[in-house]
Structures are given as structure tokens and as C-alpha cells.
């Protein structure tokens, strides 16, 4: 069974408009992997225990320096996952209790490595961007052929009661087993 359909169209409207001619506006890397970002947690099932309450939000951690602004706000405002509204935090690794979703930077004295390293073991979906860094999250962000791509740590995700749909792993430019 392949991506779904929502899926896939949103994948091939962000890489088309990224290919379109230059007198369109092109959304940067930057807003892409916005959009993308709470998008993810529709694909990925947590243990029972880590899933908010009833009525609690889904929570999209943003540590070290924030490189969306307002774009990973909007984005997530528009998402939900079963039923439940996605809010954004900005934090430490310090309080990462509460996370599903953590896109990891380095930045604010913190090293990208170090905080992936301390929330090993914990149902977080880290993901990570950049050619520079150490070590790299669950989901990482890269740019192939001047388009938005990921690569998926699936190992790494089943070690932290984490899984990922093959559907999303299907979109994968490489899937670490």
C-alpha cells in the first residue's frame, strides 16, 4: 500500500511549487519543513502513555534556535492529530517532558547531539536539519535536487515505542532499518 492521497498531493504541490518558475513565489526550505512538520504526527503512532488526555493538545517542541518563526505556528494551527489541536513550545532540553514532536537545533548553548543523546529512551519524535550536524533525529531534513527530503531513522524510532506508517516511510528518500 502506497502514501495516502492527501499525503502524496501535499507532497508533490510543495515540491512543484519549489520547481516553479521563478516568477512564482517560492516557498523557502524554511516553510516547507513547517508544513511538514505536523504533518508527520498524523504517521506515526505513540505508546498509549505518552499520548495527551482527552482533551489535551498535541505538542510540537521546537529545541534550541527556532529557525520557523511564526510559518511552524500556522502550520500547526491548521493540523490536528485524532481529534486533538497541535500547539507549538519553544524549550530546553530541560523540559522536553511533554513532547511528541521535538525538532532539534543547535543553538542556545545546547548541542543538537547532546539533546538528542538526553531524550533517548523517551516516545519523542525527534527530527533534525542540516548537513552539520552530529547526530541526526528520527526524521531528517535534507535537500535533494533543490527539493525538501527526509530521511527516516526507523530503528531508532522502534527504540522509543515509536511507528512510523509505511506510508510515510514510502516518502522517505532512505529509511535507516
Not at 535537500?143 to 514510502?170: P, W
Amino acid at each position: 500500500m502506497g502514501p495516502p492521497r492527501s499525503l502524496t498531493r501535499f507532497f508533490v504541490a510543495i515540491c512543484t511549487l519549489a520547481a516553479a518558475a521563478p516568477t512564482l513565489a517560492q516557498p523557502t526550505d524554511t516553510a516547507v519543513k513547517a508544513a511538514f512538520l505536523p504533518r508527520f504526527a498524523r504517521y506515526v503512532t505513540w505508546p498509549a502513555a505518552a499520548m495527551p488526555q482527552a482533551n489535551d493538545p498535541f505538542v510540537l517542541c521546537v529545541i534550541g534556535a527556532d529557525p520557523f518563526g511564526i510559518i511552524l505556528d500556522d502550520a500547526a494551527r491548521s493540523q490536528q492529530v485524532d481529534g486533538r489541536r497541535i500547539i507549538v513550545r519553544r524549550t530546553g532540553v530541560a523540559n522536553v517532558n511533554g513532547c511528541h514532536i521535538a525538532f532539534v537545533t543547535d543553538g542556545h548553548g545546547q548541542s543538537a547531539s547532546r539533546v538528542i543523546a538526553a531524550i533517548d529512551g523517551k516516545p519523542v519524535l525527534t527530527v533534525t536539519d542540516g548537513a552539520g550536524i552530529g547526530q541526526r533525529g528520527i526524521i531528517h531534513f535534507t535537500v535533494v535536487g533543490g527539493r525538501v527530503r527526509f530521511f527516516i531513522d526507523q530503528s531508532g524510532a522502534t527504540r522509543r515505542g515509536l511507528n512510523v506508517s509505511s506510508r510515510l516511510l514510502a516518502l522517505a528518500v532512505g529509511v535507516r532499518q
